[in-house]
């Protein structure tokens, strides 16, 4: 039988050298993103609810002012998805990737980071998966993390709250995800994302304009989720 997820790196998080786990799921029925492979980054020896409820989540979220254990608005629902693929992944459900597998996911799309910051992560364990990959996404908050390996933003959005980080990725040649109140302009060079401009609603699969330096423009879209109200104190503070 194919595998339908597998394991994709185990070792200490690049932000602050405790363990993590990163595990890709080949398939998905996310309204947003569409049928794209997914990646999970999350610590291996707490489940990733109770990381928050501890403050662990910083090894898989790192500097991101939207983390649920800094009172942020994350739209991750970690209790459902991310919980059960770390039980999953407890229960040793999930076998090693082999070339042999990077040969039959051959054009696949693929979401780095689906849960966690892919900066956590080796650049080298994303190398491959890239590669193969038809089309990507991928965002980053630890663009300004000291450990941060700057190759991420050759296929991350940088994820940004501020217009002033826009300004700076800009002149560095790096695009922008920008989460903003609705009523807040774009900015110059930014389109709104094309799932959040109402009735086309184009998936992520089909648009695959969040790929990092060789995206032709960045991305704004709308703070949403059930902790949305939350962005006003990130967004005060950002200010």
Same mark, same amino acid.
């Given at each position: 039988?194919?595998?339908?997820?597998?394991?994709?790196?185990?070792? $200490?998080? *690049?932000?602050? +050298?405790?363990?993590?786990?990163?595990?890709?799921?080949?398939?998905?029925?996310?309204?947003?993103?569409?049928?794209?492979?997914?990646?999970?980054?999350?610590?291996?020896? *707490?489940?990733? *609810?109770?990381?928050?409820?501890?403050?662990?989540?910083?090894?898989? &979220?790192?500097?991101?002012?939207?983390?649920?254990?800094?009172?942020? @608005? &994350?739209?991750?629902? *970690?209790?459902?998805?991310?919980?059960?693929?770390?039980?999953?992944?407890? %229960?040793?459900?999930? $076998? %090693?990737?082999?070339?042999?597998?990077?040969?039959?996911?051959?054009?696949?799309?693929?979401?780095?980071?689906?849960?966690?910051?892919?900066? %956590?992560?080796?650049?080298?364990?994303?190398?491959?998966?890239?590669?193969?990959? +038809?089309? @990507?996404?991928?965002?980053? @908050?630890?663009?300004?993390? $000291?450990?941060?390996?700057?190759?991420?933003?050759?296929?991350?959005?940088?994820?940004?709250?501020?217009?002033?980080?826009?300004?700076?990725?800009?002149?560095? +040649?790096?695009?922008?995800?920008?989460?903003?109140?609705?009523?807040?302009?774009?900015?110059?060079?930014?389109?709104?994302?094309?799932?959040?401009?109402?009735?086309?609603?184009?998936? &992520?699969?089909? &648009?695959?304009?969040?790929? +990092?330096?060789?995206?032709?423009?960045?991305?704004?879209?709308?703070?949403?989720?059930?902790?949305?109200?939350?962005?006003?104190?990130?967004?005060?503070? %950002?200010?």
């Amino acid at each position: 039988m194919t595998p339908n997820s597998y394991l994709l790196y185990e070792g $200490p998080s *690049v932000l602050d +050298g405790e363990p993590v786990v990163a595990i890709a799921t080949l398939r998905s029925s996310n309204r947003k993103t569409g049928d794209m492979i997914q990646t999970w980054i999350m610590r291996n020896d *707490v489940d990733p *609810v109770a990381a928050i409820k501890a403050h662990l989540d910083e090894s898989v &979220c790192g500097f991101c002012p939207a983390r649920h254990a800094l009172g942020g @608005h &994350c739209y991750v629902n *970690v209790g459902q998805a991310p919980l059960g693929i770390w039980r999953s992944y407890q %229960a040793g459900r999930y $076998p %090693a990737i082999t070339r042999r597998a990077y040969r039959k996911l051959q054009g696949r799309a693929v979401r780095f980071g689906a849960y966690g910051d892919p900066a %956590a992560v080796p650049y080298d364990v994303w190398k491959p998966l890239l590669d193969i990959s +038809g089309t @990507h996404t991928g965002y980053t @908050h630890q663009h300004q993390h $000291p450990r941060f390996d700057p190759r991420i933003a050759e296929f991350c959005m940088l994820s940004i709250e501020h217009p002033l980080d826009y300004r700076q990725a800009w002149t560095r +040649g790096e695009r922008t995800f920008r989460t903003k109140h609705p009523d807040d302009p774009l900015l110059q060079g930014e389109i709104l994302c094309p799932y959040d401009g109402g009735a086309n609603e184009i998936q &992520c699969i089909d &648009c695959s304009m969040c790929k +990092g330096k060789d995206a032709p423009s960045s991305i704004a879209i709308d703070v949403h989720g059930s902790r949305a109200k939350r962005y006003d104190i990130i967004f005060k503070e %950002a200010a």
